[in-house]
């Protein structure tokens, strides 16, 4: 019995193929629960040991008009204790996690050192709860012991909307749809979904290279890689927007990611096209603003001068790709949009208090912003 057991255990690690349900994702929303204090927000998605915590935070004399802050790091189970950097190593993050609050949050940049409130667990202002689903799955080329691979790694927000199971449909769907560009198939879970989508990639990669593979060519040429990812910029008052992150590697010199944003009414379910909230007859002014912004930071050394910083023209169009957060609009640009792949992805912030006047009159996104 044990030598069938001993034979069965290496056949499964020999395996071409294997699935892998991840477990301990968690996501959290905290917020400043003393209104005497600085009203900060903090969204955290854990998938052990590795941990993203988006930090919005209003416009402040050390960090004037800045975007969310993403950071990534660990969180040690055993004290809580978290260190974190942005993706430049521009900033780092330190706080002990609490059962239901953040605890000792300072923000570090340089030699200086801003001490943030106490956050609290919120789930009571008009939040989505969300369950992290993760699944992930290594395929084979060939099975041989050396070989190229596919990999397909995704996390996927599965919203929790108890208050009314139409609103959690509409928007786990919308999701769905812009997570993998197809609708969600009718009769399966959510699990089952995926895995379609991870098999149905994993066809694709052998179909396309089992052909045309040459092994004297290096591994790297034979080797897919897709993943996809979210992060919450913004989830309260009911209003809930997030970020989903999508790679893909199937050859070439490089890689792509892009970045799309959802936004949805909580009240209804309903999504909320950030683009028609700007009026129309002061978008030129929106332009402007993003064209100063990246001249101020890509284009100092060349006089506000952007085709001389490397962008592909002086004249920036208007994204369509916007977030939105309790303290102002994101205009996002992919890879190759306004500039070569080496810029990555580009983000403008534009604080509520500037953007407000060229909302249209008596949208949601004004009168949402000021009810908060």
Not at 194 to 220: G, M, R, W
Not at 225 to 237: I, L
Not at 253 to 259: D, F, I, L, R, T
Request: with cysteine; aromatic share 14%; net charge negative.
């Amino acid at each position: 019995m044990k030598r069938w057991c001993v034979v069965f255990m290496m056949i499964i690690m020999m395996n071409s193929s294997f699935l892998a349900q991840l477990e301990a994702q968690i996501y959290r929303h905290y917020e400043t629960s003393n209104s005497s204090e600085l009203k900060c927000y903090a969204d955290l998605v854990q998938d052990e040991p590795k941990a993203q915590l988006i930090l919005n935070l209003p416009s402040l004399n050390e960090l004037p008009s800045y975007p969310p802050f993403v950071f990534s790091g660990v969180i040690d189970k055993s004290t809580g204790e978290a260190l974190m950097q942005t993706f430049n190593q521009e900033f780092q993050l330190k706080f002990q996690l609490a059962q239901k609050q953040i605890l000792n949050l300072k923000l570090v940049q340089d030699n200086k050192q801003l001490d943030l409130p106490l956050l609290s667990l919120t789930w009571n202002h008009g939040n989505l709860p969300l369950k992290v689903i993760h699944r992930k799955k290594n395929q084979a080329l060939f099975s041989m012991k050396e070989t190229p691979k596919a990999v397909v790694d995704i996390l996927f927000p599965l919203p929790q909307w108890a208050i009314d199971p139409h609103i959690n449909d509409s928007i786990l769907f919308s999701i769905y749809l812009n997570y993998f560009g197809t609708q969600f198939p009718k009769g399966k879970t959510v699990q089952q979904a995926i895995d379609q989508q991870i098999d149905e990639f994993v066809k694709s990669y052998i179909t396309e290279n089992q052909k045309y593979y040459d092994k004297t060519l290096p591994d790297a040429a034979f080797s897919w890689e897709r993943t996809y990812s979210f992060g919450v910029m913004c989830n309260t008052q009911n209003l809930f927007c997030i970020k989903i992150l999508n790679y893909a590697f199937t050859g070439g010199a490089h890689g792509m990611e892009v970045s799309k944003y959802l936004t949805f009414n909580l009240k209804n379910g309903s999504f909320i096209n950030l683009f028609e909230q700007l009026n129309p007859e002061k978008q030129d002014q929106v332009v402007q603003l993003i064209s100063k912004k990246l001249s101020e930071s890509y284009a100092q050394e060349n006089h506000g001068n952007l085709v001389e910083a490397g962008f592909f023209s002086e004249q920036i169009e208007l994204s369509h790709e916007i977030y939105v957060t309790p303290f102002g609009l994101g205009f996002v640009y992919q890879p190759y949009e306004i500039a070569p792949y080496s810029f990555g992805i580009i983000d403008v912030f534009i604080p509520k208090e500037i953007i407000l006047p060229m909302l249209k009159d008596n949208c949601f996104l004004r009168t949402w912003f000021n009810s908060i």
